[in-house]
C-alpha cells in the first residue's frame, strides 16, 4: 500500500506570495491533518479535514487554510507570505479520524521563504 | 502553553544499553499517546501508542509506559541499536471524533558503538 505523498517537497517563495501544497493520502483513509515543524516549536497541528469538512483548527492565522476533496486528497494555501512561514509543512492520514487512531505521516515539504 | 512536554532536549546511550525517553502532559483530558521517530528529511514514523486504559504496551525492543496520575510517559528502548539514533517526539490526543495530535519538542537519541 502507497504511503502518503507531498508535493513539492521543495519550496523557495519570496515575501507576500502565496504558496499551495499538496497532499495525498493512504488509499482508504479519510483524515488528513496538517502540521508545521520548526526548529524550536516542534510539530504545531494547523488543521484536519475528514470527508471534506475542516473538522479542527489549530492556533494559526487565517492566513493558513486548506480543503479536503472528495478523494480524500488535500491542499494547505498559505497566503501573503512571511519570513516566519519557512518551515517543515507535513501532512498525515488516518483511517478512522476518531481520536485514538494512528497518523501516517508523508515525507514532509519544506518551505523557504526569501 | 505547552500541553505535552520533553524536557530532554538530547540523549547519548550507548549500544545495547537501555535508552528512557520521558514525556510529561499537563491536560488531564487526554487519552491516547503516542510516539514517533523521526529521520532528518523524512516524516515522523509512528512507533506505539498507549490507551489511558492501559499503563503499559509493548512492541518488540520497545516498551512505552503510563502513569496517569503523575501525567507521565516514558518510551523504553532495549537494547538500544545504532539504527534508533533520531528525534523522537511524544504526542497526545483527547477529543473525540478527531485527530489532532499535540506533540512535544522532540528528544535527540544518539546511540553510540
Not at chain 2, 503499559?56 to 520497545?62: A, I, L, P, S, T
Not at chain 2, 528525534?87 to 522532540?106: E, M, P, Q, R, W
Request: hydrophobic content about 30%; charged content about 15%; overall charge positive.
Amino acid at each position: 500500500k502507497a504511503g502518503v505523498t507531498q508535493t513539492p517537497r521543495y519550496l523557495i517563495k519570496t515575501r507576500g506570495q502565496q504558496v499551495t501544497l499538496s497532499c495525498s493520502p493512504i488509499s482508504g483513509h479519510r483524515s488528513v491533518s496538517w502540521y508545521q515543524q520548526t526548529p524550536g516549536q516542534g510539530l504545531q497541528f494547523l488543521f484536519e479535514y475528514f470527508s471534506e469538512t475542516q473538522r479542527n483548527k489549530g492556533n494559526f492565522p487565517g492566513r493558513f487554510s486548506g480543503r479536503q476533496f472528495s478523494n480524500s486528497r488535500s491542499e494547505m494555501n498559505v497566503s501573503t507570505l512571511e519570513l516566519g512561514d519557512s518551515a517543515l509543512y507535513l501532512c498525515a492520514s488516518s483511517l478512522a479520524g476518531l481520536g485514538s487512531s494512528e497518523q501516517y505521516f508523508g515525507p514532509g515539504t519544506r518551505l523557504t521563504v526569501t | 502553553d505547552q500541553q505535552v512536554k520533553q524536557n530532554s532536549p538530547s540523549l547519548s546511550v550507548q549500544e545495547g544499553r537501555i535508552s528512557i525517553l520521558n514525556c510529561d502532559y499537563t491536560n488531564s483530558m487526554f487519552d491516547y499517546f503516542l510516539w514517533y521517530k523521526k529521520y532528518p528529511a523524512e516524516g515522523p514514523t509512528f512507533l506505539i501508542s498507549i490507551s489511558s486504559i492501559k499503563d503499559k504496551n509493548e512492541d518488540g525492543r520497545f516498551t512505552v509506559f503510563l502513569n496517569k496520575s503523575a501525567k507521565h510517559l516514558s518510551l523504553h528502548i532495549v537494547p538500544s541499536q545504532p539504527g534508533d539514533s533520531a528525534v523522537y517526539f511524544c504526542a497526545a490526543s483527547g477529543s473525540y471524533n478527531t485527530d489532532k495530535l499535540i506533540f512535544g519538542t522532540g528528544t535527540r537519541l544518539q546511540v553510540f558503538p
